[in-house]
């Protein structure tokens, strides 16, 4: 492959604590040098990144590719092109599939179509329990050796506190994390929004916010003697911040992420009963969007993820009831970050850090630096592009998003995985690396 | 004045001007009801259809009676007859009414927010007829109407509104209508059927004698059996004897208070029977103020986006008397 110089951009490298002018120099696929500035006009394989923040490469710990099953949604194929347009050069994906991903062959089967489709890096997750049913362990060992980076029964929290406990305890032996989706559905009932004054208003069932905190409490309590690693995905609440931040505190292994919908919108946005504003986790109060921006400020929340969930235009063209739950985020993360970071007043290396660095460690899978030696997966953004957003124009094959029409500030202008280009937004063109770089 | 909305959605957001147009127009009304011969060829050549997701018997026929007075053509279809049982969508389901060209749907449906949604999508005048916990219209309108006519006017009346707030379209929409007209509003019940935000919007309190105190109108709601299944309260015995409306619990209203319900009432559950049937009770006017409410509606949403008359006296209401224009035909002419 082609040797590559990324010239002229700003490098922001939380993992080596680099935040300067600087080159990079791109060999083999592995960062080979990141170099005082040489001022050399770009040759045809490098690229130029003047205006540009150049960043490790993003990496989406949350995302349902929806194959194998639910290919009409969405393929590995389709959401890694949403991915690398997005500036993603790996995503981690759930295990919701059809048939799920708790077990080896279907983990392959994941991994051997990304390798085909040869964009982001693809990590599965493995179902925590068989047939994300919430009773037996799925078989957790086999997965890991085929592949899977965590598991999780996402979009179905752990009922059982039971199975929870001896999830914690039997993953420790692999060192991979639970991710949990934390709500109490007996407390939720049958919510469709956050239980507010909008739905009061609206007359849609309410999900109280301590359906999510009494879970993350219950998990947190665990966790003192369980040994295993603890992810709350999607945290949306003001109190479920406070409680990861406690257990931070005390020094317990949990780690947390948050939606860019979680930190944007409010409840306000259900208002016309949008189904296309329809998540689990709701979208909470002003209140809780504050309590959550503070957390990634102060390291409480180390991740943001998208928790990319796309569904056909036919599953979000009914009434709110019975509207499926979630949006596509691939595409629209970097932005809104951005967006979030300029208002919240969060320093561009925290930001990174959550979008690169931390994913990569609490994974534990290659990316997160621009350290010399590393893979060079690699966002170049440029901060100030105005875009946009027109939902028909997007690489993912669903459609499923609030933000059509909202311009947007920030957009990443070249992707690379392995030392390999792979979004180009200039020409907007997405190109596989060859399979055997893959 | 004209009702500037093509649509009949719920009343939280239209204007007072709005509300007290519905309420005159449906006044207006009235005198045909009480004829011998109760139609008026208003609506001649409309077709009106009902698409009720949810059992009703009350509101379905008080719109096929408003809309038979007006002589529109009316077809009902339920649930159980309709498509939703072979999984239609709402959506097909309103398009393939829609693509017979009514000129007015009313929708009844188990979702908040079915009307809002096809609303937004079809190029037809939709009537709100109850969607899930949401807003009813029709019944907060017949509701001012009553109340109006009892009492000579809305503003600084002192309303209860006693029962399942939480799950309650009727106390939704008077909700909304009623603090617009400038009453006062009381939400009386159990802390599980009356959520704290309703704080924002009126006086809750969990007494029924305090709720009732120096009211002018009380409105009990009916209680849904079912929630006792779902812990919202023990029994409808314990039900009864705290929210239950009897008449020592009414001594504390005021002298020349009004009771309402929407029926279907549970009697000895939220409404004793020496109450329901007693001097207070303007139950029975409500189910007759509901089909000029309702001929109201109609009138206004499915006569075609024509300018309606200007407010005319009681005893010459549009489309009283056998002189009055047939207006789609005076528009063609």
Not at chain 1, 255 to 268: G, I, K, R, S, Y
Not at chain 1, 364 to 392: F, K, S, Y
Not at chain 2, 17 to 22: A, C, K, Q, R, V
Request: charged fraction near 20%; include cysteine.
């Amino acid at each position: 492959m082609p040797d590559c110089r990324i010239l002229g951009g700003l490098v922001i490298d939380p993992a080596s604590g680099v935040h300067t002018a600087r080159d990079v120099v791109v060999r083999s696929g592995r960062i080979a040098a990141v170099t005082e500035p040489q001022g050399v006009p770009p040759g045809l394989d490098d690229v130029d990144a003047s205006g540009c923040w150049v960043v490790p490469g993003l990496i989406d710990m949350h995302v349902h590719l929806r194959e194998p099953g639910y290919e009409y949604k969405e393929t590995v194929e389709t959401g890694t092109r949403a991915a690398v347009a997005g500036g993603f050069t790996a995503v981690a994906c759930m295990a919701n599939t059809n048939p799920v991903n708790d077990n080896a062959a279907v983990t392959a089967l994941i991994r051997d179509r990304a390798r085909r489709a040869g964009l982001a890096r693809v990590y599965p997750i493995g179902a925590l329990s068989k047939g994300l049913q919430g009773v037996a362990l799925a078989e957790i060992g086999e997965m890991h050796e085929a592949g899977i980076v965590a598991v999780s029964d996402d979009g179905r929290p752990i009922v059982s506190g039971g199975l929870m406990r001896r999830a914690l305890e039997y993953t420790s032996m692999f060192g991979i994390p639970v991710i949990v989706h934390e709500q109490d559905e007996e407390i939720a009932a049958d919510g469709v929004m956050h239980d507010g004054a909008v739905a009061a208003r609206l007359g849609l069932r309410g999900i109280p916010a301590a359906a999510e905190e009494s879970m993350i409490a219950r998990d947190i309590a665990l966790l003192e003697r369980t040994g295993g690693r603890l992810h709350i995905a999607h945290l949306s609440t003001a109190g479920a911040v406070a409680l990861v931040r406690a257990a931070k505190a005390r020094g317990l292994p949990v780690t947390a992420e948050v939606t860019p919908h979680h930190f944007t919108l409010t409840d306000q946005a259900v208002a016309g009963y949008d189904t296309d504003a329809k998540m689990n986790p709701p979208l909470r109060s002003a209140r809780d969007v504050e309590a959550v921006r503070q957390g990634l400020a102060d390291g409480t929340i180390d991740v943001i993820a998208t928790d990319h969930a796309p569904h056909h235009a036919d599953e979000k063209n009914v009434e709110f009831d019975a509207a499926a739950n979630g949006i596509v985020g691939l595409e629209t993360a970097l932005p809104l970050a951005l967006e979030m970071a300029r208002e919240a007043g969060l320093s561009a290396d925290v930001l990174i850090a959550a979008l690169s660095t931390n994913p990569a460690r609490v994974l534990r899978v290659t990316g997160g630096t621009l350290g010399v030696g590393a893979v060079a997966d690699v966002t170049v953004l440029d901060p100030q592009r105005t875009w946009v957003v027109q939902p028909e124009r997007m690489r993912s094959k669903s459609r499923n998003t609030p933000f059509a029409g909202r311009t947007m500030t920030g957009q990443a202008v070249v992707t690379m995985v392995g030392g390999h280009v792979v979004w180009r937004a200039a020409t907007g063109s997405v190109t596989p690396r060859p399979l055997e770089d893959a | 004045m004209a009702f500037a909305h093509a649509h009949l959605l719920g009343l939280e957001g239209l204007e007072r001007e709005d509300l007290t147009f519905l309420l005159d127009t449906a006044a207006s009304f009235k005198e045909i009801s009480e004829r011998d011969i109760k139609k008026v060829p208003t609506l001649r050549g409309k077709t009106v259809v009902s698409v009720f997701y949810e059992a009703s018997t009350r509101t379905r026929t008080s719109f096929e009676i408003a809309a038979k007075r007006m002589s529109a053509d009316f077809v009902s279809l339920t649930a159980s007859a309709s498509s939703a049982t072979k999984g239609e969508t709402l959506l097909d389901t309103a398009r393939n009414l829609a693509a017979m060209r009514p000129d007015a749907i009313i929708l009844r449906h188990n979702a908040s927010g079915a009307p809002h949604f096809l609303a937004a999508r079809l190029d037809c005048p939709i009537i709100n007829a109850g969607d899930g916990s949401h807003e009813h219209p029709t019944q907060a309108l017949l509701d001012a109407l009553t109340i109006r006519e009892h009492k000579g006017r809305v503003e600084g009346l002192t309303v209860a509104i006693v029962g399942d707030i939480l799950h309650s379209r009727v106390a939704r929409s008077n909700l909304f209508s009623l603090r617009t007209l400038g009453a006062t509003v009381r939400l009386v019940g159990p802390p599980t059927l009356v959520p704290p935000e309703f704080r924002a919007w009126a006086e809750v309190t969990h007494d029924l004698r305090e709720g009732v105190r120096d009211a002018d109108v009380v409105m009990m709601l009916r209680i849904q059996l079912e929630r006792q299944g779902k812990n919202f309260f023990p029994s409808t015995d314990e039900y009864a004897r705290y929210f239950g409306l009897n008449e020592r619990a009414l001594a504390a209203a005021k002298p020349d208070v009004i009771i309402m319900h929407p029926g279907p009432m549970n009697r000895g559950i939220e409404i004793a029977s020496e109450v329901a049937d007693g001097p207070y009770s303007v139950i029975m006017e409500q189910v007759t103020n509901g089909i000029a409410v309702r001929m109201a509606v109609l009138y206004l949403l499915a006569s075609g986006g024509r300018e309606p008359e200007p407010s005319t006296p009681a005893g010459s209401a549009p489309g009283a008397g056998e002189t009055a224009p047939i207006r789609g035909a005076r528009r063609s002419g």
